[in-house]
């Protein structure tokens, strides 16, 4: 539930959202982002990798969502093909989030093979804002592969949204955590106002 201003939200009121999931111990937050974003009035549309179906059930954002689920470029769920393309196309923002350090590294060398980094390759970056949500252990966040995966994506043109420093479920404190769902949808409004 969004404890903040709700007036924050008018913002996403019948906008076509895309929601990346990646295989992330925090993609458990995206229960409540997709919820607020479905609440707020927007068109919430879901992608997952099948790494990401191994922390959260595609059938949970299916609910929230209140629309199939992306998880595969090679099962349509609309009935308009190529699917990816349409998505790209009919979306304002996109959101992956949790970003895993493997998808940084994809998206940093440009591939698309799999439903992910296919719908992020065929968005148009110059229209439709790319938002990265990296969240890992902090070891793998200090890797110097990550930190240089990350400015690559800068210089390409993804925001990325930040990770902060807390509770890790490896039971550390550090840096890397996913950002609140409040603040991930807050991005998104942000996002969405700038562009
Ligand atoms: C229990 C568990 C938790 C994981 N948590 C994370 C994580 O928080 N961040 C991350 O980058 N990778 C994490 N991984 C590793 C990714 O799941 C792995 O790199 C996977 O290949 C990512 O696939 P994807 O990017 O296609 O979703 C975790 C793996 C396991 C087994």
Not at 46 to 56: G, I, P, Q, S
Request: proline letters at 5%; hydrophobic letters at 45%.
């Amino acid at each position: 539930m969004y404890q903040r201003d709700p007036a924050n939200l008018t913002t996403l009121n019948g906008v076509d959202v895309c929601v990346c999931v990646t295989g992330g111990i925090a993609a458990y937050k995206m229960c409540s982002v997709v919820s607020t974003l479905a609440q707020a009035g927007a068109v919430v549309h879901v992608a997952m990798t099948e790494e990401a179906t191994r922390f959260v059930t595609p059938l949970t954002f299916e609910a929230l969502a209140a629309r199939a689920v992306h998880l595969s470029a090679w099962s349509s769920v609309d009935r308009s093909d190529p699917q990816h393309v349409r998505l790209a196309k009919a979306c304002r923002v996109v959101l992956v989030a949790p970003c895993s350090m493997d998808m940084l590294s994809r998206l940093a060398t440009g591939r698309a093979d799999e439903i992910v980094s296919l719908i992020v390759a065929a968005t148009d970056r110059t229209k439709t804002p790319v938002l990265l949500a990296p969240s890992m252990n902090e070891t793998m966040w200090k890797q110097p592969a990550t930190q240089r995966n990350l400015a690559q994506l800068m210089s390409d043109g993804f925001q990325i949204v930040a990770p902060v420093e807390g509770w890790q479920a490896c039971r550390t404190v550090g840096d890397g955590r996913l950002p609140e769902s409040d603040d991930l949808v807050d991005s998104i409004v942000t996002a969405l106002n700038r562009a």
